[in-house]
């Protein structure tokens, strides 16, 4: 799940850090693609409105 979409669904880096009951340091320092463990969750919030997509989690031989 990439960071900018998600940030584009919940209005700004704040609001995605109270959805997840995190610090905006934290989502912050997320790269352009978010913690696995995050998008699984946002998954889940958005009820399934982002969607996880593994592929972007799998690293290439």
Known sequence: ML???VI????NQLKVAEA???TRGSVS???DVIPE????????LTKG???YDPAL???SA
Do not use: D
């Open 3 to 5: 960071k900018k979409t």
């Open 8 to 11: 584009k669904y919940f209005g």
């Open 20 to 22: 997840l009951e995190l």
């Open 29 to 31: 320092q997320w790269g």
């Open 37 to 44: 463990k995050q998008a699984l969750r946002i998954e889940k």
């Open 49 to 51: 409105e982002l969607k």
């Open 57 to 59: 989690y799998t690293k």
